[in-house]
Each structure stands twice: as C-alpha cells, then as structure tokens.
Nanobody
Framework: QVQPVESGGGLVQAGGSLRLSCAAS????????MGWFRQAPGKEREFVGT????????YYADPVKGRFTISRDNAKNTVLLQMNSLKAEDTAVYYC?????????????????WGQGTQVTVSS
C-alpha cells in the first residue's frame, strides 16, 4: 500500500513552468505505476500522464504532450510532473495516483490510491 502526497502547486503566468512532486509512503512504491490526473472547476477528472513502475514507459494526454514530462525516483519514492509552457486551460487541481495491477493506464478506475491534490492556477 502507498499513500501519495502532492506538492508544488501554485500560481504561475501563462507560458511559465511549474514542477509538481508526489511523495509516496510505503516500501513497495517501485511496484506501482504512477499517474497524474487533473480536475478543473465544473469538469470531470481527466488523465494527464502516467509512468510505469520502472520509469521505462510514459504516456501523456494529447493536450499536454510535448509540454509535460513525468519522471520518477524509486529510491526516493517520488514522482515528478514537470509542466512547461503552461496555459490558462491547465488550471486545475492536480492529483497523483498509484496503480498496482497495470503497466500504464489512462483510466481512473485502474488507480488504487490517490493523493489529496494540489492546486495549479495559470493566469493569462
């Protein structure tokens, strides 16, 4: 079992960058696929990106491809989401999640453990 905790959110101007961190407790962190999701006001939670347990596979949603990068450090039980060229439409609460039984997944239902989220606000 792991418990993700996000940090690093804040207010940034359009075109700027922000890096989110997800620290996960638990000795089996390296066995989990990790994902990032986001939820804007009045909208459903949506997939942002995912990284396999080894870090060898990543997959991104089309709106963030080429701008966002996910990485992980299993020795530190940490996953990072580097967000560049931010747009106003990236404004949302960002969630980190852990999945035990898939290599990578875009589906919310595949993720077993969720953090509380961190707010990202991009001003235009």
């Amino acid at each position: 079992q792991v418990q993700p905790v996000e940090s690093g959110g804040g207010l940034v101007q359009a075109g700027g960058s922000l890096r989110l961190s997800c620290a996960a407790s638990g000795r089996t962190f390296s066995r989990y696929t990790m994902g990032w999701f986001r939820q804007a006001p009045g909208k459903e939670r949506e997939f942002v990106g995912t990284i396999s347990w080894s870090g060898g596979r990543t997959y991104y949603a089309d709106p963030v491809k080429g701008r966002f990068t996910i990485s992980r450090d299993n020795a530190k039980n940490t996953v990072l989401l580097q967000m560049n060229s931010l747009k106003a439409e990236d404004t949302a609460v960002y969630y980190c999640a852990a999945a035990r039984t898939v290599i990578t997944s875009t589906e919310i239902t595949d993720y077993d453990y969720w953090g509380q989220g961190t707010q990202v606000t991009v001003s235009s």
